[in-house]
């Protein structure tokens, strides 16, 4: 089975999770993407719910398949947001940003009730950082914020390389909210809580991709089947096919 299939097993599972009434966020890359299309053929038989998404190809694609959308201003909390994720780890710490929707993702993720992470299970790594970590900046004082971002990474117990994101195209990759992206190749954080919380001290930091508990469930799909990892219970609560 290739890894977009995986990705579609994933997401149809956490289709399951949603219910008749549900106010939802969605999330952003190939993954979440599998989720918004088969919500829509959900829709489109008679299911009535309401999205965030959280980034403009989302709203895009929701709004391709008919979902109906909202904002986080027009009502105060979402039931469930389902996204993708870069790595998770077995404490259900993420990295998230790899498709540059860290930000919105964030935001959206802390609105909701609950957060259910769907992902092909290469993604499930035992210490985040081999994917590089998405910090989202201003692009104003760029090379103030890396000093910066430099020395927390010291302080947090991590160095490596911090490259400014690139389109497809060759320019500077610019986020949905006009920000630039530094990609940092840490290898291994192996105190993630501590790092998130010396980043978010930074005042040229945006946001940065460690999502520190904010999944409540984690659905991996792999070849022996789906595996279904509840936060606080690191065993295996569900295995199937
Ligand atoms: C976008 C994200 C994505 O969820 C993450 O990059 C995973 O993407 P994919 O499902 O395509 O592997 O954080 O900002």
Not at 124 to 144: D, H, M, S, Y
Not at 155 to 182: L, P
Request: glycine letters at 12%; a negative charge; aromatic letters at 4%.
């Amino acid at each position: 089975m290739n890894m977009d299939e995986l990705k579609r097993q994933a997401a149809a599972r956490a289709i399951e999770q949603v219910d008749n009434g549900m106010r939802l966020g969605l999330g952003t890359g190939s993954t979440a993407k599998h989720f918004v299309e088969l919500l829509g053929e959900r829709v489109r038989a008679g299911l009535d719910v309401v999205g965030v998404p959280t980034s403009e190809v989302t709203r895009a694609d929701a709004l391709r398949c008919g979902i109906r959308l909202t904002t986080l201003d027009d009502i105060d909390r979402l039931d469930l947001v389902v996204d993708g994720a870069d790595e998770i780890d077995p404490t259900l710490n993420a990295i998230k940003g790899g498709g540059g929707a860290l930000l919105r993702e964030k935001i959206v993720a802390a609105a909701s009730d609950r957060m259910i992470v769907i992902a092909d299970d290469s993604k499930w790594v035992a210490t985040l950082g081999r994917f590089p970590l998405p910090v989202e900046v201003i692009p104003f004082g760029l090379a103030a914020t890396q000093r910066a971002m430099a020395r927390a990474f010291a302080e947090g117990g991590v160095s490596g390389q911090m490259v400014v994101r690139k389109a497809k195209d060759g320019h500077v990759f610019v986020t949905d909210g006009g920000h630039w992206i530094v990609d940092a190749h840490l290898e291994r954080i192996t105190d993630a809580p501590r790092l998130a919380g010396l980043l978010n001290a930074i005042p040229g930091v945006v946001e940065h991709g460690l999502f520190i508990g904010l999944a409540s469930t984690v659905i991996l799909a792999g070849s022996q089947g789906i595996r279904v990892v509840e936060r606080g219970n690191t065993a295996i609560l569900g295995e199937t096919e």
